[in-house]
């Protein structure tokens, strides 16, 4: 074999192995592009929450697909903001005509409204769905101081992310945007915490019992989750 006969042989090796690459490279990305939840799932649901339910989860479903490829803080502010900015706050009477109903994330995308309870819920279910661990998130119930010192203090949810188990979590709230460091929220005041794995009085570490058994309305809201698919 000749000069050039040898560089069109490696040419079209070296052709067929970047050809190759690029189709692994494809196929990785079709991967990674589908969410951790069942999205197939997910998009049912949303189907039978209605057409607003529907349009949320297409405008969720780039907002999960995205966050995927970010750090764990991109993807609480990314979740923080897509909740805050679509749902209109109302309690649940108004929505739902009850004094306390859990939602879970169609139901309220269906409404386009929700109280802190739902705002939480959803914000937890969406990060479970983009691989945040579940022993980071935890939803607390909280005293809010309203409206500075000397407010009116009001019961509300919120959720913390904690990057360290023993470390300072970030509040993701819906009152304000902002995630910030709990130290920087002195208007709240923990009462209790849980989440899929445990249940603690405060934001403590010594547990109070299983979450599931003692708290009726996280059972349903996690049942409701994963018929929706997501992850608990």
């Known amino acids: 074999m000749n000069r050039r006969d040898l560089l069109t042989a490696f040419t079209r090796r070296w052709t ?10 494809g196929l990785q ?4 592009a589908v969410p951790p939840g069942d999205s197939d799932r997910m998009a049912l649901a949303a189907q039978a929450h209605g057409p607003r339910a529907l349009a949320g989860w297409q405008a969720l479903r780039p907002v ?28 649940d009477l108004q929505v739902w005509g009850q004094i306390d109903y859990w939602a ?14 739902d ?14 661990a579940a ?16 407010g009116p203090v009001q ?8 990057p360290q188990s023993d470390g300072e979590p970030l509040i993701l709230d819906n009152l304000i945007s902002e995630l910030r460091p709990a130290s920087r929220r002195p208007d709240l ?12 009085q405060g934001t403590g570490v010594q547990t109070a019992g299983d979450p599931v058994a003692r708290l009726s309305r996280w059972r349903d809201a996690l049942a409701k989750a994963r018929a929706e698919g997501f992850p608990p």
């Open 16 to 25: 067929r192995w970047i050809g190759r690459c690029v189709l692994i490279v």
């Open 104 to 117: 879970s994330p169609f139901e309220m995308l269906g409404r386009g409204e929700g109280d802190c309870e």
């Open 135 to 150: 022993s980071t998130l935890r939803l607390v119930y909280v005293r809010a101081q309203m409206g500075g010192p000397g």
């Open 64 to 91: 999960l697909t995205a966050a995927l490829g970010q750090g764990d803080v991109t993807r609480l502010q990314a979740i923080n903001d897509f909740f805050n900015r679509r749902i209109i706050f109302r309690d």
């Open 189 to 200: 005041t923990p009462v209790f915490s849980f989440n899929a794995d445990g249940l603690w």
């Open 29 to 32: 990305a079709a991967v990674w």
């Open 155 to 162: 019961a509300h949810m919120v959720l913390a992310y904690y």
């Open 119 to 132: 705002f939480a819920l959803a914000k937890y279910f969406s990060l479970r769905a983009v691989g945040i």
